[in-house]
């Protein structure tokens, strides 16, 4: 059974998403702002965070902030009713792993979070992955480049994770749509937010950079041999 915490102050969707997966078998907890949401989440076990944007007492991009600073890495996917790219990328570049606009279907939602909990739950062994100067811990999903912590989401890391498993050679965009989201195409925007926070940690920091765009095909490290 998987336990998922809903942050909607919208008692209507509310009502509607709690009849929905408590019919799949799942476990949900409740909260109608911001700050009941942080507090629930930071205090309980949650396979993941369904977080709505705009909330009383506290909004949603500073809930997933504050988590995320928290060292929370329960992965979150934002509603809202504002549909615009800004919005979009506002809550990627403040942690969140995906998106989906409101009014929207139920199952392309159930899909969304079952993609996001097997990523996020994944059968890993208790293993290190290290290539050049990066260092995964697949057991806990940290990762580090020099020994330095790198402040990954669930979605960066599985990112800079299928990087490190096939360096140095390319990850296609597309082989990145279906591990994150099941889907064989890429939106430009959101991969475009998430490799731009993943480059914020690994090479922003450093003089050599690491993370390479192969124009219209993916992305590759660049590991000195």
């Not at 506290?58 to 995320?68: E, F, S, Y």
């Not at 995964?136 to 999903?141: E, G, L, S």
């Not at 990850?171 to 480059?199: C, F, G, P």
Request: include cysteine.
């Amino acid at each position: 059974m998987h336990k998922i915490l809903l942050v909607e102050d919208n008692r209507e969707v509310a009502g509607i998403l709690f009849d929905y997966f408590e019919c799949l078998d799942m476990e949900l907890d409740y909260a109608d702002n911001g700050e009941l949401g942080l507090q629930l989440a930071l205090e309980g076990k949650f396979d993941m965070i369904i977080l709505d944007l705009m909330l009383p007492r506290m909004d949603g991009l500073t809930v997933c902030n504050k988590l995320r600073d928290a060292g929370n890495t329960t992965p979150v996917l934002m509603l809202t009713a504002l549909d615009n790219r800004e919005d979009m990328l506002a809550g990627f570049e403040h942690g969140a792993d995906d998106y989906l606009t409101k009014p929207f279907d139920l199952e392309i939602l159930e899909a969304r979070m079952h993609a996001l909990i097997r990523r996020y739950r994944g059968k890993i062994a208790a293993t290190k992955l290290t290539v050049g100067p990066i260092t995964i811990d697949q057991k806990t999903r940290k990762a580090y480049r020099a020994e330095k912590p790198l402040a990954l989401n669930p979605t960066t890391y599985t990112i800079l994770e299928m990087l490190c498993l096939r360096a140095p050679e390319v990850v296609t965009r597309q082989e990145i749509a279906e591990k994150l989201w099941d889907e064989s195409d890429a939106n430009n925007d959101v991969l475009r937010s998430h490799i731009y926070q993943l480059r914020t940690q690994l090479d922003k920091p450093f003089e050599q950079p690491l993370l390479m765009t192969v124009p219209k095909i993916g992305f590759r490290l660049e590991i000195e041999s």
